[in-house]
C-alpha cells in the first residue's frame, strides 16, 4: 500500500517543538523529509532534557520521526548555493525561526520565488502581523497570549497553562493543513504560496469556546458556570471556570475510590439532559426525575455544586473504572483521569499506533505517540529520528545528484561543519 504524500518532499527547516511536530507528521503521511540543521549542534532539543548520556533527548527523537537529516551551514556561500539547490528539488520549505531569520539569511520571498515559483513556503511565528510580530514565542508565551491561560484554571487562583502543548503542536497541526491545502491548490494554479500560522491565532483558535462566552456576556451571566450557582458576579471577561464544562452539558470532575492517596481516583462526569433519569436513577435519587427542582436542566443550573456533591458521593463509592463501567451502560457519558503511566501501559493505545514503542541506536527501546490521524489507503509505519547529519552524503548523493567532485567541494567548504569561533584578537 501507498502512502498518501509520497513524492512529496519537504525540506524541514525546523526546531523546537511546533514546526518538528508539523513536518513529523507529513512525514508519517510519506512525504520525504530532509530536515536541514546546524552543523556540530543540530536542532537545540536533540541536547535539552537529556536522560541517556550521549544520547539524542526524548524531545528531539518524539518530534523527528521518519525525518532524514542533513547538516548544513546555511551562512556559509556553499552552504547557501547546496541550500539553494535543496529548494529547487523540493516542494515545500517549513520553518519556524524566529522572525526574520530567513530574510537575514538571504532568502527573503521574494527571493524563494525566483528560486522555485512552485514551493510552498510554510511558517510558524509567534504573532501574526501587528505589535508583536517581532517577538519570539514559545509554548507558554502562546498559551498566556492566545486566551487559554485567562480562561484556566480557579476563579481565585492564578492563570493557569496546560499540559496540552496546545501553542507548539497544535499550532503544527494548524500549519500541516495550510500545507496540504497550499499542496491541493498548487495542483490547479502550479504556484507556491506562502502559509503563515502564528502561535497566538492557533491557541485562539482552540479556546474559541470562551470568545464566544465573553460575547454571551453581554446578554447576562453564564448560567452552566459554578460561580452562577454560588451568587458571585461577573466581571467583564471570560472568568476561569475550574473544571465546568465548556459545552451545554454540565460536568464536573469529581472524587472516585481511592482518592485520598491516589492523585489520579477521578473522573469526569457529565450531566447530560437526555440521560438525566438514568442519572438519578444510579445515583439512587429517583425522585430528582420530576421534583421540579432538578427535572429540567434549566432549574438545575443554579443548584450545579449540590448535584455534583450528590453524584460525588456515589463516585467515591466506586473507582474510577468502575464508575466507567455503570456509567457507560446507561450512555452517560464520562471519562477516568488517565495517568500518563496508564496511558503508557495501555495496550488498545499500543494496537491502533496511537503509543508505539521505536528502537533507537543510541538509546535503545522508548515510547513514542505514532500517528493520531488514521487514513485506512496510508498506513503510518514509525521509524526513529534520524542522528545528526545521517543523511548529508545521502541526500547531496541522490536529490541533488552530485558527483564524487561536487561532493568533495561542498566537504571542504566548511559547510558541512560548526563554523569556525572567531578568537577575540584576530
Ligand atoms: N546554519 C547556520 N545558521 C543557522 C542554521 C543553519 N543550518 N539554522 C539556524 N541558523 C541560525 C539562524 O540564521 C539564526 O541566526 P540569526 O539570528 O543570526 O539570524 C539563528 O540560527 C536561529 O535563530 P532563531 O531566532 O530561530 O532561534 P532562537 O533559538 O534564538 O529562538 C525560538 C528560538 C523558538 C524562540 C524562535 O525560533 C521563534 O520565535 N520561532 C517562532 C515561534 C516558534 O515556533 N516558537 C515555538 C518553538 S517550540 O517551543
Known amino acids: 500500500m501507498t502512502q498518501a504524500l509520497k513524492g512529496v518532499r519537504i525540506l524541514d527547516f525546523t526546531h523546537v517543538q511546533s514546526g518538528p511536530t508539523c ?97 510552498i513556503v510554510a511558517s510558524i511565528k509567534g504573532f501574526g502581523p501587528g505589535p508583536y510580530e517581532d517577538c519570539k514565542v514559545y509554548e507558554n508565551v502562546a498559551q498566556c497570549t492566545g486566551g487559554a491561560a485567562s480562561t484556566t484554571g480557579f476563579r481565585d487562583g492564578l492563570p493557569l497553562v496546560t499540559g496540552a502543548q496546545i501553542g507548539d503542536s497544535g499550532t503544527g497541526l494548524h500549519l500541516a493543513l495550510g500545507i496540504v491545502t497550499a499542496l491541493y491548490q498548487r495542483n490547479s494554479t502550479g504556484k507556491g504560496q506562502r502559509v503563515t500560522a502564528a502561535m497566538q491565532d492557533g491557541v485562539l483558535n482552540l479556546a474559541r469556546v470562551k470568545l464566544r462566552d465573553q460575547q454571551r456576556l453581554a446578554h447576562g451571566p ?49 450531566t447530560q439532559a437526555p440521560v438525566w433519569e438514568k442519572i438519578c436513577d444510579v445515583i439512587g435519587e429517583p425522585t430528582w426525575k420530576t421534583d421540579p427542582n ?47 503511566k496508564e496511558l503508557a501501559e495501555d495496550q488498545s493505545l499500543r494496537a491502533t499506533g496511537t503509543v508505539v514503542e521505536v528502537d533507537h ?22 521509524t526513529r529520528s534520524p542522528l545528526l547529519g545521517e543523511h548529508t552524503d545521502e541526500i547531496l548523493k541522490q536529490v541533488l545528484e552530485y558527483n564524487d567532485k561536487q561532493l568533495a567541494e561542498v566537504h571542504g567548504s566548511g559547510a558541512l561543519e560548526p563554523p569556525r569561533k572567531v578568537a577575540a584578537a584576530e
Open 222 to 270: 453564564l448560567k452552566e458556570y459554578s460561580q452562577f450557582g454560588e451568587g458571585i458576579p461577573f466581571g467583564d471577561a471570560v472568568p476561569r471556570a475550574g473544571n465546568d464544562s465548556g459545552g451545554g452539558q454540565p460536568g464536573r470532575i469529581l472524587k472516585c475510590k481511592g482518592w485520598e492517596t491516589d492523585p489520579n481516583a477521578y473522573i469526569y462526569f457529565i
Open 361 to 382: 541506536p543510541q538509546r535503545g527501546k522508548y515510547l513514542s505517540v505514532g500517528n493520531p490521524i488514521k487514513l485506512s489507503d496510508s498506513p503510518t509505519v514509525v
Open 23 to 119: 513536518t513529523q507528521l507529513l512525514a508519517w503521511f510519506g512525504a520525504d523529509v530532509i530536515k536541514v540543521e546546524r552543523p556540530g549542534v543540530g536542532d537545540i532539543t536533540r541536547g535539552q532534557l537529556m536522560d541517556v548520556p550521549n544520547a539524542d533527548s526524548l524531545y528531539f527523537t518524539m518530534l523527528n520521526h521518519n525525518k532524514r537529516s542533513i547538516t548544513l551551514d546555511t551562512k556559509n556561500p556553499k552552504g547557501k548555493e547546496v541550500l539553494t539547490a535543496l529548494m529547487k528539488k523540493c516542494d515545500v520549505l517549513v520553518e519556524n525561526f524566529g522572525p526574520g531569520v530567513l530574510d537575514r539569511m538571504g532568502f527573503p520571498w521574494e527571493t524563494i520565488q525566483k528560486i522555485n515559483p512552485k514551493l
Open 294 to 340: 432538578y427535572a429540567k436542566p434549566p432549574a438545575r443550573l443554579p443548584r450545579l455544586n449540590e448535584i455534583f456533591g450528590r453524584i460525588e458521593q456515589w463516585t467515591m463509592t466506586k473507582t474510577k473504572f468502575e464508575a466507567m463501567e455503570i456509567l457507560n451502560k446507561d450512555d452517560i457519558p464520562c471519562g477516568p483521569i488517565l495517568s500518563m
